[in-house]
C-alpha cells in the first residue's frame, strides 16, 4: 500500500514546521521514513543541502534528526537517564563504562534549561505519561538533534500541559533547531508552527505560513472540501430509564493503586454520556470495569437495575454491555482469526450458532456474510483473517458485533482513533443510531472536539475521579480544558 | 532482503515446505557422512531399509512411534491455545506410574477392565502432573514453561527413587537379580494390551488409541465451542476475556488435557511395550521434548502429529536396529535434528513472502 | 576438620556447580537479550566432545593443550549458538521449539555421540586435565582449604567471568544496550541500537560459555568422553538462570547450591546418614518454582522477572 505518494516539503533551521493531516494522511510513515524506519521507494530526503540515505534509525540519530513517537519507545524499567543515554555514541554515552553521574548532571542540566522537570534518577514506570513525555524529548535534546519531530505530541496532554510544551518548542527553536510538529489539531498547528505543511492522502497539498492561515483555510485543504463544523444537532430524543448506574465505583489500575476512585454516573437510555479526559486518568480503568474485563473494589455498578457482581465479562456481556475497547486489534479482535470467527466472538455461546457443544458453520458464514454486506466492510470474504483489514473496516466489525447483542448500554472507548475522516463519520453515526433506538451511549475520548460533536452530556476525568459533569450544549472548551487539568471542580 | 506478511497462504506451501525441506535436510545429512568418511547414499538406504521396508521394520517403526503420537499430541493440544507446556517428558512418567500401579494392582481382574483401569489412571496420572502448572499459570500468571520443566526432572527422580532406591510397591524385590539390579515389578499378562496383526504389520492398542485421540482431537479443535475459545484465547488472550470467555478454566482444560495424553503415552510404553517401570529407559528416550518437535513440524495438525511421529520413529527405529560397529551412532539424532531445523526455516516461507531487493 | 561434610559438601559443591555456572553465564547472556536458548545441554555437549578431542590430538605442553581444548569447545557451542540465533533471529522461528531442536541435533544420540564415536573417543582417560593448582599444604588449610585452594583453573577463571559478566551487565554501555535490547527492543531499535546484531552476538557467546561449560565435564569432572556425559547438566543450567533471577552473582551462589545437592546425599551416606539422593535432589527444582511463584506479582516482575521481550521475535516493519 502507498501511505507516501510524492511528498515535497522543506523545513529551514530554526522554524518550527507542521505537518497538518487527518488521520492516514501518512503523517506518521514519512516521519517514519525521516528516521530511518521505513525506507522510502522513490525519491529523497535531502539535509542541510546533502542528500541522505537512512537504512536504519542510527543513520538518521547520526544526521541529527531525532523523532518523538506516539507511542513512547522508552524502557519501562530503566531509569530516566539510562533511557537518555540509550544508543549514544558520543560525549560522555561514548565510553565503555557508563558514566552514571555525569549522565544524570547532565539530564538534569537540560531538563533545567528547557523547563522539562522531570528526576533523572526515577524509572520509567513510575512516571506519568506527561513525564515520559518530557523523557522523550530529553532523550532527543540529549543527542543533541537539529532536527526533532514530534508525533501528535498533545494527545496525551491537557490543554494547560500542552501550552507548556509549546513554551518548550520554542525555546528549541529559539536555540536554531528544527522541530517538526504532526498533528491534525488545526488550532494547534496555528498556535505553535511558523510554516505548515498539509498533507492528504499521502501527498503533500500546500505549505503555507501558519500566521496567514485560519483554521477553516487549513481544515479546507486538509479534508480537500469545507468541512462542517459544530455541534451535535441539538435535537435530541426522549430519554429513557437508567440504564448504568455507577455509585461510588473504585477499581485497581495495572499497577494494584486505585485507578478508578469514587466515580458515580448515570446513564439513561437513548443518550450519549461522553467522559472526557487526559489519557491516564483511570478513563480506560473505568471502561474496562463497567465491562467486566477489571474487578470492582468498592461501589457498584447496575445495569438495569441490576447489580453486577464485577470482574467478569461474561455477566456484563449477558446484562447487556457492549463494549468498543481502545485496542481494536487485540482486544475487539483475535487478529488471527478470520472475519466471521470474529463477528461470532461473543454468540459463539448462543443457539442459533452452536448447538451444544458444537458450531455450526453454516450459520456463522451467513452471519458473516450478513454483517458484511449491511456494514459494508471492505474485504474479500469472511475468512479474511482480521488483522488486514483497515482500521475503519475492522471498527465496523466490532460495532456490528456488538449492536448484534441487543444490548442496552454501548461502552465506547476511543472508537474513532486511527481512523480517516469517512471512518469517524461511520462510527460517530452508528453511536447515534445506537442512542436513537433506546440504548445509553458511553463514549470515551481524550479529542474534546468529538466529545462535543456528539454527546449530550459530558463528565471530565481527572486523576480517576469525576470532577464535573456538563451539559454539552453549553460546556466551553477552556472550562472543560481546566477540569481536565484537575483545576474544575463538582461547582 | 525484505520480509513481509503473505495476506494469503497457498494451500500448496503447506505441502511443498515440509517435502523440500525434508530433502534439504537429507542433503545436509549426507554432508555431514561424507566428511566424516562415509558413504552417504548406502547410510541413507540402509536407514530407509530398517526403518520402512525389511520385513517387520514397519512394526517396529510404529512401536518407535506411538509414544511420540502421543507426546506429540500432547504440545499440539497445548501450543495451540499458546501454552507451552513442556512438561510431557515428566507427564509421560507420571503416566507410566500411575499406569504401571493400576495394571500391578488390578491383576487377576479380566483383562479389558486392566485396560480400561490402566488407560484411565494413565490420563489422570498425566492430568494431575500438567494440573500444578496449570494452576500456578491460572492464578500467578507463572510462566508454565519453565514450571513444566522442572517438574520433568522432579518426576524423573521421583520415578528412580521409586525403582533404585525404595522398596516401594513397584519396585521387583524378589529372586536373585532383582537384588542386584533394581528393576520395576512385571507387569502381569492381563495388563499386556492387545495388538492386531494386518499383513504382517502389527498395530499396538496404544498407536490405535492414538490415532483415537488425534481424532478427537481434531474433532474438539476445529468443531466445537471449547475448540473455537482455545483458538481465540491462543490467537488473543485479551480478546477472549473480552468475549467473556473463562480463561482461568480454559487454561486448566487444555493443560490437563495435555497432560492426559502425555500420559495416556506413558500407560501404554507400560501397557505396550516394556511391561515394567523402566526409569532409564524412558529418561533416554526423551519422548516428551521429541514430541514436542514432532508437534513443530506437523504444524499442530493431529493427524500429521501421528505421520511425522511415524517418521521420526522410523529414524529411531532404525538406529537401534543398525546400531553397531560399521553404523555411526548419532546419526539419527543428526537427521532428526536437520529436518526440524530445515522445517523451522521452511516455516518462514509458508508465513511470509521473501524478496530479494539487489 | 576438612573431612567434616560441610566442607566436603560445599567443596564438591564447588566442582559440580562449575560446568553449571559457565552454561548459566552464557544463557543470562543470551535471555537478557531476549533469545531463550533451550539447547544448552546440546552445546554443552558439543563443547564436552570437542573439548576432548582437541586434548586428544594436539601435542604440548598441559597448559597450552588445555588452553586450546577451551578454545575449541566456545568456539563449537559459538557454532551450535549460531543454528539456534539463525534460526530465531533472522528466520523468526519459534525459540522453544529450536532450542528444543538444537538438543536433539548436538546432544546425546545426536552430533556429540556421533562425533565422540567417529573420532574414537569414548572410554579413554584424558591425557590432560585441570588439576589443583595451589599447593598441597595450601589445600589442607581448615575449611578454606578444600573449598577455595582445592580447586582447578576452571573454578577460578569462572569467578573472574562471574564479575566481568555482571560489571559488563551493570556498569557498560554495552550492557545497558544489551539490557534495553531485552526489555524493548523497539526502543531500542529507535535509539540506533541494532537489534539482531546484539542478539546474535550475545547468543553466540553464551553458546561458547556453553561449550566451555561442556568442557569443565569432559577435562576436569569425569575426566574422559563417554556419550550423554553431562547428564541434564544443560537443562539445570536454564532452571538456575531462573532462580537466579537473570543476575550473574545469583548464579553463582545458584550453581554451587545445585552442585551441592547433587553430592550432598553421597557425602551424608558417608557419615552414616542414608537419605533418598533422589527425593533430596528434587529440592533446588522445587525451589525455583517457589521462587518464580514468589516473583509472580507484577511490580516483583518488574524487578526480577525474566527481560520483557523474552522469547520474542522483533520485526520492525510489522504494522
Redesign the interface.
Known amino acids: 500500500m502507498v501511505a507516501n505518494d510524492h511528498v515535497d516539503f522543506d523545513a529551514a533551521e530554526g522554524e518550527v514546521h507542521a505537518l497538518l493531516g487527518e488521520n492516514g494522511a501518512g503523517k506518521t510513515t514519512l516521519s517514519k521514513m525521516l528516521t530511518g524506519l521505513y525506507r522510502p521507494d522513490e525519491g529523497e530526503i535531502v539535509l542541510f543541502g546533502r542528500t541522505v540515505e537512512f537504512s536504519s534509525p542510527r543513520d538518521a540519530l547520526d544526521a541529527g534528526i531525532a523523532m518523538v513517537h506516539q507511542h513512547f519507545k522508552l524502557v519501562s524499567p530503566f531509569t530516566v537517564a539510562e533511557n537518555v543515554v540509550l544508543g549514544d555514541q558520543r560525549d560522555v554515552g561514548r565510553s565503555f563504562l557508563l558514566r552514571q553521574r555525569a549522565i544524570e548532571s547532565r539530564v538534569e542540566e537540560l531538563s533545567r534549561r528547557y523547563g522539562l522537570a522531570v528526576d533523572p534518577r526515577a524509572r520509567i514506570w513510575q512516571l506519568s505519561v506527561g513525564e515520559q513525555q518530557r523523557v522523550e524529548i530529553l532523550k532527543a535534546l540529549y543527542q543533541d538533534a537539529r532536527i526533532l519531530i514530534l508525533d501528535e505530541p498533545t494527545a496525551v496532554l491537557t490543554p494547560q500541559e500542552a501550552e507548556a510544551l509549546f513554551e518548550t518548542i520554542r525555546a528549541m527553536a529559539a536555540d536554531g533547531r528544527t522541530v517538526i510538529f504532526i498533528s491534525h489539531k488545526l488550532h494547534e498547528v496555528k498556535a505553535v508552527a511558523d510554516r505548515v505543511t498539509v498533507l492528504r492522502r499521502g501527498k503533500s497539498v500546500a505549505t503555507v505560513p501558519a500566521a496567514d492561515a485560519t483554521p477553516r483555510s487549513l481544515a479546507a485543504l486538509m479534508v480537500g472540501r469545507e468541512l462542517e463544523t459544530g455541534r451535535r444537532s441539538t435535537e435530541r430524543g426522549p430519554t429513557g430509564e437508567a440504564v448504568l448506574e455507577l455509585d461510588g465505583v473504585w477499581a485497581d489500575g495495572d499497577r494494584g493503586v486505585a485507578a478508578v476512585k469514587d466515580v458515580s454516573l448515570t446513564i439513561r437510555g437513548g443518550e450519549i454520556v461522553g467522559v472526557a479526559g487526559v489519557a491516564g486518568n483511570g478513563q480506560r480503568e473505568l471502561a474496562e470495569t463497567i465491562v467486566g474485563m477489571r474487578p470492582v473494589t468498592r461501589g457498584a455498578v447496575q445495569v438495569c437495575g441490576r447489580r453486577l457482581s464485577g470482574g467478569d465479562p461474561r455477566e456484563a456481556i449477558s446484562a447487556g454491555v457492549a463494549y468498543v475497547p481502545e485496542d481494536r486489534l487485540g482486544t475487539g479482535v483475535a487478529p488471527g482469526l478470520s472475519i466471521a470467527s470474529n463477528i461470532v466472538l461473543k454468540a459463539y455461546r448462543r443457539s442459533p450458532v452452536s448447538s451444544g457443544p458444537m458450531l455450526r458453520f453454516g450459520r456463522i458464514r451467513d452471519l458473516a456474510r450478513g454483517v458484511i454486506d449491511r456494514y459494508d466492510v471492505r474485504t474479500s470474504g469472511p475468512n479474511v483473517p482480521a488483522w488486514q483489514l483497515s482500521g475503519g473496516n475492522l471498527q465496523k466489525v466490532v460495532l456490528a458485533r456488538e449492536f448484534s447483542g441487543d444490548p442496552a448500554v454501548l461502552v465506547a472507548a476511543s472508537p474513532t482513533r486511527g481512523l480517516d475522516v469517512a471512518g469517524i463519520e461511520t462510527v460517530h453515526s452508528y453511536l447515534r443510531d445506537a442512542a436513537s433506538t433506546g440504548v445509553g451511549v458511553l463514549l470515551i475520548s481524550e479529542d474534546l472536539d468529538e466529545i462535543l460533536a456528539i454527546a449530550d452530556r459530558v463528565a471530565v476525568m481527572y486523576e480517576g475521579t469525576v470532577v464535573g459533569e456538563r451539559d454539552a450544549g453549553t460546556a466551553t472548551v477552556e472550562e472543560l480544558g481546566l477540569m481536565m487539568a484537575g483545576a474544575g471542580s463538582e461547582d | 532482503m525484505r520480509i513481509e506478511r503473505r495476506l494469503r497462504q497457498p494451500w500448496w506451501l503447506t505441502v511443498v515446505v515440509p517435502v523440500v525441506s525434508i530433502a534439504v535436510a537429507f542433503v545436509l545429512s549426507g554432508f555431514v557422512l561424507f566428511l566424516t568418511g562415509h558413504p552417504p547414499l548406502k547410510s541413507f538406504h540402509r536407514i530407509l531399509d530398517a526403518a520402512f521396508i525389511a520385513n517387520g521394520a514397519l512394526s517396529e517403526t510404529v512401536i518407535a512411534a506411538t509414544p511420540l503420537a502421543f507426546t506429540g499430541l500432547a504440545a499440539a493440544v497445548a501450543f495451540r491455545m499458546n501454552l507451552f507446556n513442556i512438561g510431557g517428558e515428566g507427564q509421560l512418567y507420571a503416566g507410566a506410574i500411575t499406569g504401571a500401579a493400576i495394571g500391578l494392582l488390578m491383576a487377576g481382574s479380566p483383562s479389558p477392565l486392566v485396560f480400561a483401569g490402566m488407560i484411565a489412571a494413565g490420563a489422570a496420572g498425566g492430568a494431575l502432573l500438567a494440573a500444578i502448572p496449570a494452576l500456578l499459570r491460572a492464578f500467578f500468571s507463572t510462566n508454565e514453561i519453565i514450571t513444566s520443566l522442572m517438574l520433568n526432572y522432579v518426576v524423573a527422580l521421583v520415578l528412580e527413587y521409586l525403582i533404585f532406591d525404595s522398596h516401594s510397591y513397584l519396585r521387583d524385590t524378589s529372586g536373585f537379580e532383582a537384588s542386584v539390579f533394581p528393576q520395576g515389578k512385571t507387569l502381569p499378562d492381563e495388563a499386556t494390551w492387545s495388538s492386531w496383526t494386518i499383513h504382517g504389520l502389527v498395530l499396538p492398542l496404544g498407536f490405535l488409541l492414538a490415532i483415537a485421540v488425534a481424532t478427537l482431537v481434531w474433532v474438539l479443535y476445529t468443531r466445537t465451542r471449547f475448540g473455537f475459545e482455545v483458538q481465540v484465547i491462543g490467537d488473543s488472550a485479551r480478546a477472549g476475556r473480552y468475549a467473556g470467555m473463562r480463561t482461568r478454566r480454559k487454561i486448566l482444560a487444555v493443560m490437563c488435557l495435555s497432560g492426559a495424553i502425555a500420559g495416556l503415552g506413558g500407560a501404554s510404553q507400560m501397557g505396550d511395550f516394556r511391561h515394567q517401570l523402566d526409569p532409564q529407559g524412558l529418561r533416554q528416550a526423551n519422548y516428551g521434548y521429541t514430541g514436542i518437535v514432532v508437534a513443530a513440524l506437523a504444524r499442530y495438525n493431529p493427524f500429521a502429529v501421528v505421520l511425522v511421529a511415524l517418521l521420526l520413529g522410523g529414524l529411531t527405529n532404525a538406529g537401534f536396529t543398525l546400531q553397531g560397529a560399521d553404523f555411526p551412532a548419532g546419526l539419527v539424532g543428526v537427521m532428526q535434528g536437520l529436518i526440524l531445523f530445515c522445517a523451522l526455516g521452511g516455516e518462514l516461507f509458508v508465513r511470509y513472502r521473501v524478496r530479494f531487493a539487489w | 576438620m576438612n573431612n567434616s561434610l560441610v566442607v566436603v559438601v560445599l567443596a564438591s559443591g564447588v566442582l559440580y556447580g562449575t560446568p553449571l555456572l559457565y552454561a548459566a553465564l552464557g544463557e543470562v547472556l543470551a535471555e537478557r537479550s531476549g533469545v531463550l536458548n ?1 539447547g544448552v545441554e546440546g552445546m554443552m555437549l558439543m563443547g564436552a566432545v570437542m573439548g576432548f578431542w582437541t586434548v586428544e590430538r594436539v601435542d604440548g605442553p598441559t597448559p597450552l593443550v588445555l588452553a586450546a581444548s577451551i578454545g575449541v569447545a566456545a568456539l563449537v557451542g559459538a557454532v551450535m549458538a549460531a ?1 539456534h540465533a539463525f ?1 530465531v533471529i533472522t ?4 525459540q ?3 532450542g ?19 573420532l574414537n573417543l569414548a572410554g579413554k582417560p584424558a591425557k590432560h586435565q585441570f588439576q589443583e593448582i595451589f599447593p598441597a599444604s595450601w589445600q589442607d588449610l581448615p575449611v578454606i582449604g578444600p573449598i577455595v585452594f582445592g580447586q582447578s583453573l576452571l573454578v577460578y577463571a569462572s569467578w573472574v567471568c562471574v564479575v566481568l559478566v555482571a560489571l559488563y551487565l551493570t ?7 544489551l ?2 535490547v531485552g ?2 527492543p ?9 537489534v539482531s546484531r546484539y542478539r546474535y552476538a550475545h547468543t553466540l557467546v553464551g553458546g561458547a560459555f556453553a561449550g566451555v561449560g561442556g568442557a569443565a565435564f569432559s577435562l576436569s569432572i569425569t575426566p574422559q568422553w563417554v ?2 556425559l553431562t547428564q ?1 547438566a544443560g ?2 543450567a ?2 538456575l538462570v ?1 532462580f537466579a533471577f537473570w543476575r550473574p552473582t545469583l548464579c553463582l551462589i545458584g550453581a554451587y547450591f545445585f552442585g551441592a545437592f547433587t553430592a550432598l546425599p553421597f557425602a551424608l551416606q558417608g557419615h552414616g546418614v542414608t537419605l ?4 533430596f ?2 529440592l533446588p ?2 525451589a ?2 517457589l521462587a ?2 514468589l516473583v ?4 516483583a516482575r ?2 526480577f522477572g ?1 527481560p ?1 521481550a523474552l522469547g520474542l521475535p522483533y ?4 504494522r
Do not use: H, K
Open positions: 533451550l543454528i534460526l528466520l523468526r522461528a519459534n522453544i521449539v529450536s528444543l531442536a538444537l538438543t536433539i541435533f548436538a546432544g546425546a544420540a545426536g552430533l556429540s555421540s556421533y562425533l565422540g564415536n567417529d556498569r557498560t554501555r554495552l550492557g545497558l544496550n539490557r534495553a526489555e524493548s523497539a526502543a531500542a531499535d529507535a535509539m540506533g541500537v541494532n556419550d550423554g541434564g537443562w539445570i536454564i532452571a531462573i533418598a539422593p533422589e527425593l535432589q528434587t527444582y522445587v525455583t518454582i518464580l511463584v509472580s506479582s507484577r511490580a518488574l524487578r525474566a520483557a520485526v520492525r516493519e510489522e
